[in-house]
């Protein structure tokens, strides 16, 4: 809220609000260097208040449609796993579409859990549960114990001290496929590896260039989601569904 109020009251002041704008995100840049993926964790683990409470209102936003109508691809399935899941919103649409499936999300902040299992509740969701954890705890689970893993704009905020590890559990922890619905930012020569570049907020990377260190090229499809699934919106511009399957 006071940030919101302080953003507008900059924004009068074209000049000073560029100047501080580039300077906000040269620091966090440096930051990022030192500390990489937990500056990030830190930010969402503990984003609050009118944070979650607006994170509420993007339920029918026309992406989750998009991205629903890929996973269902994959049917028949019994376990599918959402990392950094937030309030639940796909997996609210994924549980009412496939009411014999269960359903499991994790999410590093509290709050988005305890009102996500809140709203399910209410919305008699019996197969969907979100749990607090962290994209980097999977390996408490046993291996193949879900058959889809997938994430919605989270492996972004997931910097290059971690993003191998994470991406070797979750193969290790799907049976059938990966599918992740993230910006792409095409091929680095800067980052060959496509572990990742930090920059204004989050992590870009090329997903073809860091699957292909841990499988065969011919099991990654990327398709591009289309213009009318963003209208107006920048994040349409980058936005790709990555998927691996296991042949
Ligand atoms: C842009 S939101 C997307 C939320 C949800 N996937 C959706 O489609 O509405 C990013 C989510 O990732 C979660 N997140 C960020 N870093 C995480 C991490 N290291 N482990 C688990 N969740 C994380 C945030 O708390 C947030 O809910």
């Known amino acids: 809220m006071l940030k919101s109020k302080l953003i507008h009251c900059l924004k ?22 030192m500390v990489r993926t937990r500056i990030e964790e830190i930010s ?72 996500g299992n809140k709203w399910l509740k209410k919305e008699r969701l019996v197969n969907v549960r979100l749990c607090h954890s962290k994209a980097d705890n999977l390996t408490k689970f046993k291996d193949r114990t879900f058959d889809i893993v997938f994430t919605d704009a989270v492996l972004m905020y997931i910097g290059k001290d971690k993003i191998k590890q994470i991406i070797e559990n979750m193969l290790r922890i799907s049976k059938k496929a990966l599918v992740f619905l993230e910006q792409d930012y095409g091929h680095n020569p800067g980052d060959p590896q496509g572990l990742g570049i930090y920059r204004f907020g989050h992590w870009q990377r090329h997903y073809f260039d860091l699957l292909k260190t841990f499988i065969k090229k011919e099991c990654i499809c990327t398709v591009k989601i289309p213009p009318e699934v963003w209208p107006g919106e920048d994040w349409g511009r980058r936005e790709y569904i990555i998927k691996v399957t296991s042949e």
């Open 12 to 33: 009068r002041n074209k000049f000073l609000y560029n100047l501080i704008h580039s300077f906000y995100w040269q620091l966090k840049h440096l930051i990022s260097l």
């Open 44 to 115: 969402w683990a503990n984003k609050k208040g009118e944070a979650v409470k607006n994170a509420f209102t993007n339920l029918n936003h026309p992406h989750r449609k998009f991205l629903v109508d890929e996973i269902s691809k994959f049917c028949p399935f019994d376990n599918v796993l959402e990392i950094g899941c937030g309030y639940g919103p796909n997996l609210y649409f994924l549980g009412k579409k496939f009411p014999d499936a269960n359903f499991v999300g994790i999410d590093i902040n509290p709050l988005f859990v305890r009102e």
